[in-house]
T-cell receptor, first 120, second 115 residues
Framework: AQSVTQLDSHVSVSEGTPVLLRCNYS??????LFWYVQHPNKGLQLLLK??????LVKGINGFEAEFKKSETSFHLTKPSAHMSDAAEYFC??????????????????FGKGTKLSVKP | EPEVTQTPSHQVTQMGQEVILRCVPI?????FYWYRQILGQKVEFLVS????????KSEIFDDQFSVERPDGSNFTLKIRSTKLEDSAMYFC?????????????FGDGTRLSIL
């Protein structure tokens, strides 16, 4: 069975400083991993996805994540935080059999979320 | 860029009443999903739908819930007799095909408040 653990429920950074949001996953096969962001009163927006083509994945708004199989991690980073980055971030794994391969109708399994605060 | 749209954005309903939440998935997508997020809790999978039938459902999706694709564009979630604990944000999502590495695209959600 697949699962994700987000290690911090709340992260606070100052504007212009680096962001690190931590995520560990558990999967019995090659996982499909995603980061989604949710701004207040808005839906879930895809930031980036891991598709096994490259371990370092670049997303929107300057975010990136590195897939580390040996550590079963998929941490989200950004070199310099902006006020507009304040939101809730979800690490997500695709459920169901097949992982990256065909045949999965995979529902998504969400982590509990990390709320990012950015101080001026 | 095409997007998933959900209506209404906020629904207030008396306990015991039926409620229908509506979604218009992205037009060339074939797989549809409902998720819910109770305030302060994680986003939870409810049901997936493909080829006019449920393909997977969670234990949350009991007999009070049903889904339907009544025409070529809408995808609805019906709660037959609402309970207080059904109060949550409900998200619809869609994706083009079955591959697990294809991301799901989400709507902005419907906030359901049961009184």
């Amino acid at each position: 069975a697949q699962s994700v653990t987000q290690l911090d429920s709340h992260v606070s950074v100052s504007e212009g400083t680096p962001v690190l949001l931590r995520c560990n996953y558990s999967s019995s096969y090659s996982p499909s991993l995603f980061w989604y962001v949710q701004h207040p009163n808005k839906g879930l927006q895809l930031l980036l996805k891991y598709t096994s083509a490259a371990t370092l994945v670049k997303g929107i708004n300057g975010f990136e994540a590195e897939f580390k199989k040996s550590e079963t991690s998929f941490h989200l980073t950004k070199p310099s935080a902006h006020m507009s980055d304040a939101a809730e971030y979800f690490c997500v794994v695709s459920g169901g059999a097949g992982g990256n391969y065909g045949g999965s109708q995979g529902n998504l399994i969400f982590g509990k979320g990390t709320k990012l605060s950015v101080k001026p | 860029e095409p997007e998933v749209t959900q209506t209404p954005s906020h629904q207030v309903t008396q306990m015991g009443q039926e409620v229908i939440l509506r979604c218009v998935p992205i037009s060339n997508h074939l797989y549809f999903y409902w998720y819910r997020q109770i305030l302060g809790q994680k986003v939870e999978f409810l049901v997936s739908f493909y080829n006019n039938e449920i393909s997977e459902k969670s234990e949350i999706f009991d007999d009070q819930f049903s889904v339907e694709r009544p025409d070529g564009s809408n995808f609805t979630l019906k709660i037959r007799s609402t309970k207080l604990e059904d109060s949550a944000m409900y998200f619809c999502a869609s994706r083009p095909g079955p591959r697990g590495n294809q991301p799901q695209h989400f709507g902005d959600g419907t906030r359901l408040s049961i009184l």
